[in-house]
């Protein structure tokens, strides 16, 4: 039997706004892009959109 893990690095699209529940933190709190910690958050369309400091990745939460 062969044992293998994929990985697969998927590249993160500032444009796009991800949904926590597809996309669980890596690190709670942080970001899954860059690691780090610094959020501002904006209300779009009734959700809550957290959006990384340093790199820009969206996130609904
Ligand atoms: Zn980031």
Not at 18 to 25: F, G, T
Not at 45 to 55: A, T, V
Request: charged share 35%; glycine share 6%; net charge positive.
């Amino acid at each position: 039997m062969t044992k293998g893990v994929i990985i697969i690095e998927k590249e993160i699209d500032s444009s796009v706004i991800y949904d926590i529940n597809e996309y669980p933190d890596k690190n709670s709190g942080r970001c899954d892009n860059c690691n780090k910690g610094h959020f501002k958050s904006i209300i779009s369309e009734r959700k809550l959109i957290r959006e990384c400091r340093n790199c820009g990745m969206k996130k609904s939460i």
